[in-house]
């Protein structure tokens, strides 16, 4: 079972990037999917999650209104649309999937991918 995080990189205050996380292993079609993100020197942070439908969603304060988590269960991936960047974004971005339901909290998820480094220039 393994969760794949891609699509960061270094873009420009203002800029945008769309992370993809694709789950392999067996499907995640039941599981809520969340991002998290990690800064240096910081904690690992809620970002996004969604319920196994796609019908709920939820944001951290400070990314709501700048970002659009999304899925596609028959591809088995989720995704995280970030607008306006700010250079306070940069960070590792995690994502993560579990059956417990769509939650902030990092015990709510049993599978982790190896994080996407975005990194925000001012």
């Known amino acids: 079972v393994q969760l794949q995080a891609y699509g960061g990189g270094l873009v420009q205050a203002g800029g945008s990037l769309r992370l993809s996380c694709a789950a392999s292993g067996r499907t995640f079609s039941r599981d809520a999917m969340s991002w998290f993100r990690q800064a240096p020197g910081k904690g690992r942070e809620f970002v996004a999650a969604?319920?196994?439908?796609?019908?709920?969603?939820y944001y951290a304060h400070f990314v709501k209104g700048r970002s659009t988590i999304s899925r596609d269960n028959t591809k088995n991936t989720v995704y995280l649309q970030m607008n306006s960047l700010i250079p306070e974004d940069t960070a590792v971005y995690y994502c993560a999937a579990g059956a417990r339901g769509a939650s902030a909290y990092t015990g709510s998820y049993d599978y982790w991918g190896q994080g996407t480094q975005v990194t925000v220039s001012s």
């Open positions: 969604i319920s196994w439908s796609g019908s709920s969603t």
